[in-house]
């Protein structure tokens, strides 16, 4: 009887012994596999930096290999949250091991193809020894808005691309989502030149859907005047219906439309706070709820050309905004960074693209940057 109860008491001492064993080498080792994880995502970040820096369309491809318990590894711009989708953007490159989030900030934007964890068997030898890693590929991308890092043939969907610049700063960009942003009014102002009615023809055409409101501030601009009565027309023309609006209340019916322009919003905040002028008379400052109906337009499909124009003419509050609520990193700029001082600037920094067809020179009179 004794003999059995040793030889029972040295089973259930090995069966501790090997699980206390299988325990200790498990931590050992997804500790070693959590160091692999931040370092790759360290050669990951360092590779994207030597891109930041590359001539536009220069590229390589690349492959990193992550532990299987590695849950996301994504881009950020914040390092925490990410936009859900095949494709993130950000300047934090971060992976998630369960409640951990490691991050490294970048030099420049990323577009990054988003990697999930793949669900896979993990013998107990694998939990033991760390033998299950996942290679994925990239094709790495100098783009004219930073850098993009894809499966190899895969789409780009690149949050911001330049249109045109002028001294090197974008005057008018394109972003994903299907958003065009201009940082100088006077050419719709002035209305209008061939390249102006290009760029507005080429806008409507591009963004699709033939109902457009445009959505104006100031009193003494509105496309209903004779003043646009060559830009209404000529949009009639290519088939588009335009509706304009003054903002004296509060925007809540966009869904009604396809396409929606807004002409430098928040001009009567900033030009004319205690509204003395007829320029500005009953209109009404922006809301929460304004840029809401805005997000939410955008969120269900629908397309959005912004316009602002330089500081402090008026103010870049509303439409950046506008698109931190978009979760874009991009965004108009304080200041006047060309044309300014009423010395008018022609630019030829114009990138060959469907929204600047039939544009050879683009004239800034006074224009802020936006960063792109």
């Known amino acids: 009887m004794s003999v059995w109860i040793w030889v029972i008491a040295s089973v259930i001492i090995g ?4 699980t206390l064993f299988v325990q200790i080498m498990s931590y050992i080792t997804i500790s070693r596999d959590k160091e692999n994880a931040r370092a790759t995502i360290g050669e990951f970040a360092a590779t994207i930096n030597s891109f930041c820096e590359a001539r536009i369309g220069e590229k390589t491809v690349a492959s990193f290999s992550f532990p299987t318990f590695v849950d996301l590894v994504f881009v950020s711009k914040d390092g925490i949250n990410y936009k859900e989708g095949s494709i993130t953007f950000g300047r934090y490159l971060c992976i998630r091991m369960g409640k951990e989030i ?3 900030r970048l030099n420049c934007d990323l577009e990054l193809k988003l990697i999930r964890k793949k669900s896979t068997f993990l013998s107990w030898t694998d939990r033991i020894f760390g033998a299950n890693y996942q290679e994925y590929v990239f094709e790495i991308t100098k783009t004219a808005y930073g850098v993009s890092a894809l499966e190899p043939g895969m789409k780009s969907e690149s949050e911001c691309t330049s249109l045109m610049k002028c001294k090197g700063k974008t005057m008018a960009a394109y ?9 100088d009014f006077t050419p719709i102002y002035e ?16 963004l699709n859907g033939s109902k457009i409101l445009i959505i104006w501030e100031g009193l003494s601009t509105d496309p209903t005047s004779p003043k646009y009565e060559e830009m209404t027309n000529m949009l009639s023309t290519e ?4 509706s304009s609006f003054r903002h004296k209340e509060r ?6 439309y396809n396409q929606v322009w807004i002409f430098v919003p928040g001009f009567c905040s900033t030009f004319d706070k205690d509204k003395k002028t ?3 008379k009953d209109v009404i400052r922006w809301n929460d709820d304004e840029v809401k109906e805005i997000k939410d337009f955008v969120d269900g499909g629908g397309k959005l050309l912004l316009v602002s124009d330089y500081t402090p003419f008026t103010s870049q509050s509303i439409a ?16 006047c960074s060309c044309g300014c001082a009423g010395k008018e600037e022609k630019t030829t920094e114009i990138v060959s693209h469907p929204l600047t067809q039939g544009i050879k020179t683009w004239s800034v009179k006074a224009g802020i940057e936006f960063i792109c």
């Open 175 to 183: 972003l994903s989502l299907g958003i065009v942003v201009l940082t």
């Open 102 to 104: 490691s991050c490294e």
């Open 320 to 335: 950046n905004d506008i698109l931190d609520q978009l979760d874009y990193t991009s965004k108009f700029d304080d200041g």
């Open 15 to 18: 069966m501790v012994m090997f």
């Open 239 to 242: 088939g588009f219906q335009v």
């Open 278 to 280: 007829a320029e500005c």
């Open 251 to 256: 925007i809540a019916f966009t869904k009604n």
């Open 191 to 206: 209305c209008c030149d061939q390249p102006t009615l290009a760029f507005l023809k080429n806008t409507a055409t591009f």
